[in-house]
Each structure stands twice: as C-alpha cells, then as structure tokens.
C-alpha cells in the first residue's frame, strides 16, 4: 500500500519540484528549456574542481550552469563522486557566500584591537594635554580652604539641624579634596 | 444612571452562569496542559517525516524542525534525514545532517559515539564530513 502511495509520489515529483535556495538558484527553475541548451553547453566551461575560487565571479548564468551540474552528479552513487565535486556540491549549497557570507574577515579582530588602541591613546594624549596646558585647579579646592570654610560654618552655625553644625555630625562638612 | 447600571450589573449576573459554562473551556490557559513529547515519540515522528518527504524543500525544512528542539535528533532520525536527502540526491544536505549534529551535541565524545554509529550508513552511502572534505 505505502510503495503504491510512495510510486504515485514518485511518479508525480517530475513536474512539480520545490527547491531551497541553498541547492539550485531559484532562476533554475525560471529557465525555460531553450535556453536550458546553451546553458548545458556552456556548463562544460566551468571546472568544478575551482568553484570555491570562481564562485565570487561567477555571473548568475554560469552559477545556474553549475547548479546543474552538480545536480546531475548528485543523482550518481555517491561513492563514485570525486572528493572535488563534493567540496563543490557542499560549498554551491551550503559555502560562505551569500546569506552565509561571514560577517567579519579572518584580520578583523586584530584591526580592531589596534584601532580602540589608537583610540585610547589620542583620548589618553588628549586628557593630559589639557591637564598640562590647561590652568591649576582653584584655590578654594584646596584642603586648607576647605578646613577654613568648616570653621566659619560652625561660626556661623550653618545648617542647624541636619548639617554640619547639628549634634552628633560626623560628616566631613565642606572637605573634599584629599 | 444609578438604575441603568443596575439592570446592566443584573443582567450581567442573569447571562453570566451560561457564559461561564460555556467560556470555562476557553479561558483554561492551554499552555498549562501541554503534553510533553517523549523522545521516543519526537524520534518516531520525525522518522516517519523524512520516510515520507517528497523534496528538498520538504527535508531541509524538516531538518530545520528537527534541530531546533532542545534535544539531539536520535541516530534513526539521522539516519532518515540522511536517506532523505540521499532520495532527492542532494549530497549537501547530507553532509549538512551530520554538521548539524556537531553542533548540537556537547562535546566530542558524544560527536565521536554518533559518527561511529552511523558508520555503516556513510560508507554505504558514500557521505563524507565536512572535515574530512576540508582537511587542509
């Protein structure tokens, strides 16, 4: 019963055949059988032991022309494939290329550590630049000044209930330079 | 208004038994009663599925299926996949299956104990991994 469904499926599945993209270009399917001649002509052109390298240059046509190609080959006992027309069946379907384009280039990383490098240091340069060239701190910011304010606030019993002149303060009032 | 609101809350609390007899089913939270699948069932399922897919389309979305639960696909379900997509002639999708399971196992010994599992089935099928396909 299950072999009469599976043979009306098989015998069914010529016409009407769903791809993905990562096996045949969708085009494949688009190609009407005149053109699918000059195509299977031209197929020949291209070496499949290459197809990593060519891949990137490849025009639409050609990459059609391989996808046919290798659809041919894989309908073979796959013992009989050579290790070439492997790669190049996995890397047609399944290669960095594409959707799969990796996002980052083998150096990548280390440009980027040199550059937030260089960054760092500009800010770095930049930073003391500015502490060298720019004017001293004031004179209020000393600990003197400071210690001075504290007194002429207790003097002046400033801020009575929560602050420095309350009972019990202990914070360090108008201090805070080291 | 006082009256008006009165009948409503009324006539609310006269439809309400009905409602709720009938609304009970609904508003019972069908997450709270998922049956979980056994990995025994997910394993037969998925057999069965790639016993039965037509295309490539069909395996390769299977596929997709398969390794997205948080479990990997026992060696009967590979090895179904791997006839699958043996029966559409796509050998990257093959070869694929196997990369799927590297990346789904935790480590190298459970890679190890499913590639020597399915020995049999690579050699007769003539599949090589993705290792050994780029070993340079």
């Known amino acids: 019963m299950q072999s009469v469904v599976r043979l009306a499926r098989s015998s069914s599945r010529a016409p009407f055949r769903r791809c993905l993209a990562t096996t045949a270009a969708p085009s494949a399917d688009a190609l009407s059988s005149s053109s699918a001649s000059s195509v299977s002509s031209r197929s020949a052109a291209i070496p499949l032991s290459n197809v990593e390298a060519q891949w990137a240059r490849l025009t639409s046509e050609e990459k059609v022309a391989v996808h046919e190609q290798l659809e041919v080959l894989q309908q073979k006992d796959w013992k009989e494939l050579t290790i070439d027309e492997k790669k190049a069946a996995y890397y047609v379907a399944f290669g960095p290329h594409g959707p799969r384009t990796p996002t980052s280039q083998p150096g990548d990383s280390l440009k980027i550590l040199l550059a937030t490098g260089a960054l760092l ?10 502490r060298a ?41 108008f201090v805070q330079s080291t | 208004m006082r009256t008006q609101m009165l009948s409503t809350v009324l006539r609310a609390a006269a439809v309400r038994p009905t409602l709720a007899a009938r609304a009970a089913p609904l508003l019972a939270r069908p997450s709270s009663s998922h049956a979980q699948e056994s990995f025994e069932s997910f394993s037969e399922r998925y ?71 399915l020995k049999p089935l690579r050699e007769e099928l003539g599949l090589s991994l993705k290792e050994e396909l780029y070993t340079s």
């Open chain 1, 121 to 130: 240091g500009a800010a770095g340069v930049l930073f003391y630049a500015a």
């Open chain 1, 133 to 173: 060239l720019g004017n001293p701190p004031p004179k209020t910011l000393t600990k003197e000044w400071q210690e001075a304010t504290n007194e002429r606030a207790l003097e002046m019993k400033l801020n009575p209930i929560t602050g420095i002149s309350s009972e019990g303060y202990k914070g360090k009032g």
């Open chain 2, 47 to 117: 057999i069965a599925f790639f016993q039965n897919a037509e295309d490539l389309f069909e395996v390769q979305r299977g596929l997709n299926n398969c390794f997205a639960h948080d479990l990997v696909p026992s060696t009967g379900v590979v090895e179904a996949a791997v006839r699958a997509a043996r029966r559409v002639n796509d050998y990257a999708t093959a070869v694929r299956v196997f990369e799927g399971i590297k990346e789904k196992v935790e480590n190298k010994s459970q890679y190890q104990a499913y590639l020597d599992e």
